[in-house]
């Protein structure tokens, strides 16, 4: 497993910006596709956005494509996730997780290992 611990949330106003941050130690982390996934009160943990091993491909949840930006830095054992145009929607705990193999995956089920979650809020 890898151990995840994010920072970077916050409080915004709606239009502003945030960026998350998601620090790896553990198994190698340049072989663990990496994931965001958000998880609003009452509602279940859903995809945001994840990238492959090398960073090459990415993909995003269709509320967030052209807003938000997952980016990987295997140097740093770091993953990053840039949120532009931030809507009161957006407002979750956002979650890292890491799942062995370079290829992503949408689904919670598929990640085996999870950090804390860091509060994101945005106000109207």
């Known amino acids: 497993q890898v151990q995840l611990v994010e920072s970077g949330g916050g409080l915004v106003q709606a239009g502003g910006s945030l960026s998350l941050s998601c620090a790896a130690s553990g198994r190698t982390f340049s072989t663990s596709a990496m994931g965001w996934f958000r998880q609003a009160p009452g509602k279940e943990r859903e995809f945001v956005a994840a990238i492959s091993g090398s960073g090459r491909i990415t993909s995003y949840a269709d509320s967030v494509k052209g807003r938000f930006t997952i980016s990987r830095d295997n140097a740093k054992n770091t993953v990053y996730l840039k949120m532009n145009s931030l809507k009161p929607e957006d407002t979750a705990v956002y979650y890292c997780?890491?799942?062995?193999?370079?290829?992503?995956?949408?689904?919670?089920?598929?990640?085996?290992?999870w950090g804390q979650g860091t509060q994101v809020t945005v106000s109207s």
């Open positions: 997780a890491a799942r062995q193999g370079p290829n992503f995956a949408k689904i919670t089920q598929q990640y085996d290992s």
